[in-house]
C-alpha cells in the first residue's frame, strides 16, 4: 500500500518556454522547496514549456484559449481542470492571459504570480523596455499574490538587477531571468512551505 503524499500540491500555468515552471518543478523533485507540482497548463498548444514538463513526468494539459469563445468560458474549463486536482496553490510562470475577476475570487490568496518589472512599477507588457526608456538604474522581478486587478496584489517577494547603460530590452529580459527563478522558489517557500 503506498502512503498519499502529504507534501502541498502546486498547479503551475503557463504559456510559453516555462523555464520558471522547471526550476520550480526541480526544486520541488530535490526538496529545496516541499511541494509537489500536480498539474502543469499551457493555453497554448506549441508552448515548448508543455513538453519540458511531460519530460520531468509531470502530468500536463492543454486548454487552447483559441477554441474558447470568451474568456470567460476559457477561464471556466481552467477552472474545471483545477478543481479536479485541488491544487493548495496555482503559480502563474510566464502565463500570459488576463483571468477574470470571477476565476480570480474563487482561486483568490492561494494564486501567486511572477511579473518582470519592480511592482507597482510598470504593469502589464513590455516592462524592460519601459525601464529602459524612463531612464531606471534598476530593474528586476516581483512575485505577487494574485488579485482581480492585473498585476497589482500583495507583493511577496523582489529581486532587483541593475540596468547597464548599453542594455537592450532583451538583455535586460535576460538578467533578470536568471534571478527570477531563484526569487519564485524563495516565494514559495515563503508561502508554501520548505522541509528543514
Ligand atoms: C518571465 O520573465 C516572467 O516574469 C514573464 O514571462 C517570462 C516567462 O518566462 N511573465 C510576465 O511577463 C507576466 N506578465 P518562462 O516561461 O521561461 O518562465
Known sequence: MTTPDPRPTLAILISGRGSNMVAISKACLNGELDARVALVISNRPDAPGIQAARDMGIDTAVIDHKAFASREQFDNAMHERLAEVQPDWIVLAGFMRILTGDFVNRWQGRMLNIHPSLLPKYPGLDTH????AAGDLQAGASVHIVSPELDAGPVVAQVRVPIEPDDTP??????????????????LQLCVGRKD
Do not use: F, M, N, P
Not at 523596455?129 to 529602459?132: F, K, P, S, T, V
Open 129 to 132: 523596455a519601459r525601464a529602459i
Open 170 to 187: 532583451d538583455s535586460l529580459a535576460q538578467r533578470v531571468l536568471q534571478e527570477e527563478h531563484a526569487l519564485y522558489i524563495k516565494a
